[in-house]
């Protein structure tokens, strides 16, 4: 090939890319800015930034939640990609004598309520039970009908601990909650449909309209 033909080729080539770029950025350019929700208990942000970065905030009745990382248009709607985060975990440890009964010991860092804590409980005859955690501690007598499983819960927040399962005799359980990045909400691939003027994300049974404030 001709020197003359490769760098008009080079040039096409070139000109394709920068056009592709360019057209990717007309699109971030389209949708990028600050949007809104405000309904019944809830308050809400999503601001998409020209950069293909994106900020997110929910407040929901004694729920806050927050997020970042990137964003792209598909079609008609937004796609969102957090950025890494490690979740909250309880770590459950048999601290050995239980007197017979289920004793139940929380740990929380420093600032955090154990009013928002809760175990699930379930019986041997199948049935379950939710038990607040308010006090810090539960102490249940096995009975005639004894726990044979319970899950540490912080139902506010949707973080779930693992199942334990407890022996014929009774345990007496040390539960530490670590929160590490508490309240971040990981998306993979989050869609946001458009519905009218507004785009929807759905988070805890509810329908987040976004609507642009600018």
Excluded: C
């Excluded at 000109?15 to 809400?44: D, H, W």
């Excluded at 929910?58 to 957090?82: H, I, M, N, T």
């Excluded at 005859?125 to 319970?150: C, H, K, Q, R, Y």
């Excluded at 912080?154 to 345990?171: Q, R």
């Amino acid at each position: 090939m001709r020197p003359a033909r490769l760098a008009a080729l080079a040039l096409m080539l070139g000109l394709g890319a920068a056009g592709s770029v360019r057209a990717q950025q007309v699109e971030f350019e389209a949708l990028a800015g600050l949007y809104t929700a405000s309904q019944a208990e809830v308050g809400a942000m999503l601001e998409l930034g020209e950069d293909g970065r994106y900020r997110y905030q929910l407040s929901y009745g004694a729920l806050d939640e927050w997020s970042a990382g990137v964003w792209a248009r598909q079609d008609d709607a937004v796609v969102l990609k957090s950025d890494p985060s490690v979740a909250p975990a309880f770590e459950v440890s048999d601290e050995g004598s239980s007197n017979g009964n289920l004793s139940v010991q929380l740990v929380l860092p420093s600032g955090f309520d154990p009013q928002y804590f809760a175990t699930t409980l379930h019986r041997q005859d199948g049935s379950a039970s939710f038990e607040s955690m308010a006090s810090g501690t539960l102490d249940i007598p096995m009975g005639d009908n004894p726990v044979v499983s319970m899950r540490p819960v912080l139902p506010v927040m949707d973080v779930t601990g693992p199942e334990v399962a407890i022996p014929a005799g009774g345990a007496a359980l040390r539960i530490v909650f670590k929160p590490k990045d508490l309240g971040f909400a990981a998306f993979t691939d989050e869609v946001l449909e458009r519905n009218g003027d507004a785009f929807e994300l759905a988070r805890h049974g509810i329908a987040v309209r976004l609507r642009r404030a600018r």
